[in-house]
């Protein structure tokens, strides 16, 4: 049996950080994980831009629900779905992707968890697993299912890797030049192309 496991932000929604930089002013919360490959780091620097400019857990929540998906994305993931199994595999979190999931008639979403202080702020995330693409790209496979993975970012790269199959989506250069023998579609229509091909061993 065949599973499709995608990246969300940068290949189904628009980067959330990004939304919240532009609706809160915090230009910190811009970077992303295309600008930096330490995910720890990156949060790290997130949860203290936000507490520094006060924005409290609620209304960090509420400026993610605001986005919506990227055109063409709904359609596509539909289109996935009837097909394949189709698995989203984040490194966000759940209180962004649960409210964001109903614009996408709610695929499965394997991510992390913000975590609210008592004050109201955000105190930290607690990942589901550490590094946990690759290794939920292994756990399907031991269940016995072939998977082509695509995502944008460098934290995508270990479920690449680890997929039987994959492809870059929306990727800058910078990142897809990290694994040249992977494709690097610029759009839902030649990503289409290459997970609706027969074969997914190894064909990268």
Excluded at 172 to 193: G, M, T, V, W
Aim: charged share 20%; net charge negative.
């Amino acid at each position: 049996m065949k599973m499709v496991c995608l990246d969300v932000e940068g290949v189904l929604f628009p980067e959330v950080w990004q939304a919240i930089a532009a609706e809160t002013g915090i230009t910190s919360l811009e970077l992303t994980t295309r600008d930096e490959p330490d995910y720890n780091k990156l949060m790290a620097g997130r949860i203290t831009a936000l507490n520094i400019e006060g924005i409290k857990f609620d209304d960090l929540i509420a400026c993610a629900t605001h986005v919506d998906p990227l055109p063409g994305a709904a359609e596509f993931l539909l289109r996935l779905r009837q097909r394949y199994q189709v698995s989203l595999v984040s490194d966000s979190y759940y209180e962004f992707l649960q409210p964001l999931g109903l614009k996408l008639t709610m695929p499965a979403i394997y991510c992390h968890n913000l975590i609210r202080a008592e004050d109201g702020t955000v105190q930290g995330w607690k990942p589901r697993l550490i590094d946990q693409k690759p290794k939920c790209v292994q756990a399907f496979q031991n269940l016995g299912f072939e998977i082509f993975a695509a995502g944008d970012s460098f934290n995508d790269i270990g479920m690449l890797d680890a997929a039987n199959c994959s492809a870059f989506i929306h990727a800058p250069e910078h990142i897809s030049a990290l694994r040249p023998n992977i494709p690097a579609c610029k759009d839902y229509k030649e990503l289409e192309y290459f997970i609706n091909q027969e074969n997914w061993y190894r064909t990268h």
